[in-house]
């Protein structure tokens, strides 16, 4: 009947489910499998750069250095400096 399965999978519980049974199928009518893994795709924020403590304190450097009609009410999360302290 079938020679040869393709089986995909996008690690779901449900693509499990599905995994099972296509290789019961494979088995049972000793067919070969090919598994495909299927993602989502990768966005930009993929890609963008790790906030490094380096690049934290620069930051912090350069936002304290803005003039005072810069600066608004906001709130901020300790420095890793302010959390050990």
Do not use: C
Request: aromatic letters at 8%; zero cysteines.
């Amino acid at each position: 009947m079938f020679k040869h399965l393709l089986i995909a999978t996008d690690g779901s519980p449900e693509s499990w489910k599905a995994l099972a049974q296509g290789l019961a199928l494979a088995r049972a009518l000793s067919a070969k499998v090919t598994i495909a893994t299927v993602t989502e795709p990768w966005t930009e924020a993929a890609y963008a750069i790790l906030p490094t403590p380096s690049r934290v304190r620069n930051y912090e450097k350069a936002a304290a250095a803005m003039p005072p009609s810069f600066s608004t009410v906001r709130r901020r999360s300790p420095t890793r400096s302010e959390r050990s302290a």
